[in-house]
């Protein structure tokens, strides 16, 4: 199908475009920019006044406990593709598995499905997975999630592995021992609410011992859900150093703090926890200068595991539909242009990933959001398609408003 967009204000961030003009669709890839191609004739008009045309969003962490509702909610919010942790039940740890999901991702139509892989068997740390075969069946790299690798030569060993066949390692740098019985950040407020204390050393014991695996054995690796200013610097001297260590950076640690617990408010406990202002300050200093994209870190929690004590509580938030408005709040709040905030969450990511999507380059794959940046709308359990209806934001006032979401050349949402 042939279509136009018109009217709208195009933002696309990594070809240095932010102009009112109109976009055109043909075979599902982007056919011209301005100006029709040669013969061609829409089917399909979209008029897209008032509102922005970007790439559709590159969610780098987002967790399908129920692989239909959580896709509707991605392409809600504008995310036309969803990078999906192997901590599901069972673990992605076999190819069958991997390949199955990226197949039921297709049947159902909507958000494109990016399995990261299981890196050890059953997560446990110990043997190493398939790779190669999780590879052919559609993974984009290999994780643990949040699980630890608590044997070093474990990893050194997966590490050299996957350097060798240029697999890249995505790991949540946190030490086992350090966090193991913590359920929020050590400092002022976990003591004066008597609650076990997960330290910043966690974070930088763990992100020191992956440099310094990365220094000895060359593998690519990404740091999944940074929570620190001591990680960031770190990070940092070993990106100039050169070394092939990127990051990223949950959105809610962009906006919330330890503070924000209360009093023991358990849709405020996340893993990592929440940190010190001075650690938000420095992730929001880090993003503003392009140093790492902004993920959901979508972890869809049952009613009932949040209706128990903040310690009993599962960690993690809704996000995948509010991605889009808490990365604006956050770029409005740290002074960031609207093309560099739409940066962190389509080319950035993009980028990460090694995908030539993120981008709307005449040739490029049509995933595109519309969106009105003005629009608001409230964010209840009523209004999420998410089968997760846990965020420390409900009942507040959302700005920005996907309208329609294409993937592919397709309207995969229409609101």
Excluded at 70 to 96: F, R
Excluded at 127 to 145: I, N, P, T, Y
Excluded at 203 to 229: F, K, M, P, W
Aim: charged share 20%.
């Amino acid at each position: 199908m042939n279509i136009e967009i018109k009217n709208g204000r195009v933002i696309d961030p990594q070809n240095g475009i932010d102009r009112s003009t109109s976009l055109f669709i043909a075979h599902g890839k982007v056919a011209g920019l301005g100006e029709a191609p040669a013969g061609f004739v829409a089917d399909k008009t979209i008029d897209a006044a008032a509102c922005v045309v970007c790439p559709g969003l590159i969610d780098l962490g987002a967790r399908l406990n129920s692989i239909e509702a959580e896709l509707a909610a991605a392409v809600a919010g504008g995310v036309t593709s969803v990078v999906v942790p192997p901590d599901a039940d069972p673990p992605l740890d076999e190819p069958e598995l991997a390949d199955r999901l990226v197949h039921r991702g297709a049947e159902i139509g909507k958000a494109r499905v990016l399995p990261l892989g299981a890196l050890t068997l059953g997560l446990k740390g110990e043997r190493l997975a398939e790779l190669a075969g999780l590879k052919k069946a559609g993974c984009v790299a290999f994780s643990q999630a949040s699980k630890p690798v608590t044997d070093t030569e474990a990893l050194l060993r997966a590490m050299e592995y996957a350097a060798t066949f240029g697999f890249a390692i995505w790991l949540q740098p946190q030490d086992y021992w350090l966090s193991r019985n913590g359920i929020a950040h050590e400092g002022e407020v976990s003591s004066r609410l008597g609650l076990a204390g997960i330290p910043v050393a966690a974070e930088t014991i763990a992100v020191g011992t992956i440099v310094q695996l990365v220094r000895d054995t060359g593998c690519r690796v990404h740091l999944t859900r940074l929570s620190s200013a001591a990680g960031v610097a770190l990070i940092q001297r070993a990106q100039h150093e050169g070394l092939p260590v990127t990051f990223d950076i949950g959105v809610h640690h962009l906006l919330l703090t330890e503070n924000d617990i209360g009093y023991f408010n358990p849709h405020a406990r996340f893993s990592p926890p929440l940190r010190a202002q001075s650690d938000r300050q420095a992730l929001s200093t880090a993003a503003a200068a392009g140093l790492a994209p902004i993920c959901s870190d979508h972890t869809p929690v049952g009613a009932d595991d949040k209706l128990l004590p903040f310690g009993e509580a599962k960690p993690g938030a809704t996000g995948l539909e509010v991605l889009l408005p808490l990365t604006l709040k956050w770029a409005e709040e740290a002074g960031v242009t609207l093309p560099d905030a739409l940066a962190r969450i389509t080319s950035a990511p993009a980028k990460v990933l090694g995908l030539p999507s993120g981008q709307l380059g005449v040739g490029a794959a049509a995933d595109i959001c519309i969106f009105d940046p003005e629009a608001t709308w409230q964010l209840t359990p009523e209004a999420l398609r998410s089968r997760g209806k846990n965020s420390p934001w409900t009942g507040y006032m959302m700005t920005g408003k996907v309208k329609s979401t294409l993937v592919g050349g397709r309207v995969v949402y229409q609101a």
